[in-house]
């Protein structure tokens, strides 16, 4: 699977999944918010480093299309009918993989951020609890992208 991020203006970005298994899927915008570490990349990176098979981009790799929708129209209309009427839930396995997606990047962007010096200290929900092994190892994931998104210009794109 190749997901290509691609920087907006501001701390916008587009994401493109491209998959050998399953409907093609339509990019979409991602939520923002951080000049160097962009939400979906933080979990991209996140589930590559800690295994994560069945997180945000596990589940369109293994051939749902998750958070994305299918390019195809037909296509996506179908998977409309199927959330609406059979209430599609995602297994067990994939909404703790999910969870443990969300808090990997919830403690591990904070980490990050007081080791370069950008917090003083981390807040009170990391502090609280031990911070996974994993961590220190996403974090220089993070080490080796933020950086080179940073100076991406508008358009530029990391895959």
Same mark, same amino acid.
């Given at each position: 699977?190749?997901?290509? *991020?691609?920087?907006?203006?501001?701390?916008?970005?587009?994401?493109?999944?491209?998959?050998?298994?399953?409907?093609?899927?339509?990019?979409?915008?991602?939520?923002?918010?951080?000049?160097?570490?962009?939400?979906?990349?933080?979990? *991209?990176?996140?589930?590559?480093?800690?295994?994560?098979?069945?997180?945000?981009?596990?589940?369109?790799?293994?051939?749902?299309?998750?958070? *994305?929708?299918?390019?195809?129209?037909?296509?996506?209309?179908?998977?409309?009918?199927?959330?609406?009427?059979?209430?599609?839930?995602?297994?067990?396995?994939?909404?703790?993989?999910?969870?443990?997606?969300?808090?990997?990047?919830?403690?591990?962007?904070?980490?990050?951020?007081?080791?370069?010096?950008?917090?003083?200290?981390?807040?009170?929900?990391?502090?609280?609890?031990?911070?996974?092994?994993?961590?220190?190892?996403?974090?220089?994931?993070?080490?080796?992208?933020?950086?080179?998104?940073?100076?991406?210009?508008?358009?530029?794109?990391?895959?």
């Amino acid at each position: 699977m190749r997901v290509v *991020f691609t920087k907006g203006p501001g701390t916008s970005y587009g994401i493109a999944v491209h998959r050998g298994n399953g409907a093609a899927l339509d990019p979409r915008n991602g939520p923002g918010g951080h000049p160097y570490l962009p939400h979906d990349l933080v979990h *991209f990176l996140a589930e590559a480093e800690a295994g994560i098979e069945l997180g945000v981009y596990g589940r369109p790799a293994a051939g749902d299309h998750g958070l *994305f929708w299918p390019a195809d129209p037909a296509e996506r209309a179908r998977a409309v009918r199927r959330r609406r009427t059979e209430r599609v839930r995602p297994s067990p396995r994939a909404r703790a993989d999910m969870a443990r997606s969300e808090e990997l990047a919830g403690i591990a962007v904070p980490v990050r951020e007081v080791r370069r010096g950008h917090l003083a200290e981390l807040p009170a929900y990391v502090t609280v609890r031990e911070i996974p092994e994993v961590v220190d190892r996403i974090v220089s994931r993070f080490d080796d992208h933020a950086d080179r998104w940073h100076r991406l210009p508008v358009g530029g794109a990391l895959a």
